[in-house]
């Protein structure tokens, strides 16, 4: 599904943030992105969604070319960092406007919010504050509920367990886990290893913007990265 060649971003001073010569990704993978801060994590998923330019090489989603296209909106949720919430709409709001960019009316929005009690609570789906003013774990799961809105074919999250208590922790692990099951493509990032193993059929390890590691997940994998990261 996704595709990429001789991909390299340089920041000030020509810096390399991400080199990557060559990397696929196949329809219904389950990817975890792993590496400390400045890996490139961060980097390589905002490249895959357009949302900054490669330095040079190319991005193809589906055979086609990311950069400056519209072709793959439509079957890829995303969420990276609060940014992608429009602050000033409320969540509910915000439900009915990602629900109708999707072709979906006020009853189906109302539905798959349903079929997400135990990630969030009614709370939320009512409440009239804006999303700008909701608390870190909130935001979070308004952008992860927003992004599954359209059951895409393609998922893409930046540490998406990040801020969430440990009952939403859980249930976003069961929904990925099935998501992944019924064959939607999964690309996560992670700081925790467990997490990331347990949803993951596939790691790949960043460092400096390289890929350091690219290895099928096992029983063995998270101890290996527990004595990766603690040398």
């Known amino acids: 599904m996704i595709e990429l060649h001789n991909l390299k971003k340089a920041?000030?001073?020509?810096?390399?943030?991400?080199?990557?010569?060559?990397?696929?990704i196949a329809t219904g993978e389950s990817i975890g992105l792993i590496g400390n801060n400045g890996a490139g994590k961060t980097t390589l998923l905002s490249l895959i969604l357009d949302l900054i330019a490669p330095t040079t090489g190319e991005v193809r989603s589906k055979g086609q070319l990311v950069v400056r296209s519209e072709h793959w909106k439509p079957y890829t949720g995303s969420y990276l960092h609060e940014g992608f919430l429009i602050g000033y709409l409320t969540p509910a709001e915000y439900f009915r406007f990602v629900g109708k960019l999707h072709g979906l009316n006020a009853a189906d929005v109302r539905t798959f919010l349903e079929s997400s009690a135990g990630f969030s609570d009614e709370v939320l789906f009512e409440t009239r504050k804006l999303n700008r003013d909701l608390s870190k774990g909130n935001k979070t799961k308004v952008g992860v509920?927003?992004?599954?809105?359209?059951?895409?074919?393609?998922?893409?999250?930046?540490?998406?367990?990040?801020?969430?208590?440990?009952?939403?922790?859980?249930?976003?692990?069961?929904?990925?886990?099935?998501?992944?099951?019924?064959?939607?493509?999964?690309?996560?990032?992670?700081?925790?290893?467990k997490h990331i193993t347990e949803v993951s059929q596939?790691?790949?390890?960043?460092?400096?913007?390289?890929?350091?590691?690219?290895?099928?997940?096992?029983?063995?994998?998270?101890?290996?990265?527990?004595?990766?990261?603690?040398?």
């Open 145 to 193: 509920i927003a992004a599954m809105l359209g059951r895409p074919e393609l998922l893409i999250f930046d540490e998406p367990f990040a801020n969430l208590d440990p009952t939403s922790q859980a249930w976003l692990k069961r929904r990925l886990r099935q998501l992944h099951a019924e064959g939607t493509t999964l690309i996560l990032s992670s700081h925790d290893l």
């Open 11 to 24: 920041y000030e001073a020509g810096k390399l943030v991400l080199d990557i010569p060559a990397l696929s």
């Open 202 to 231: 596939r790691i790949l390890l960043l460092e400096r913007g390289r890929v350091v590691q690219d290895v099928p997940t096992t029983e063995e994998t998270l101890p290996a990265l527990e004595h990766y990261f603690a040398v």
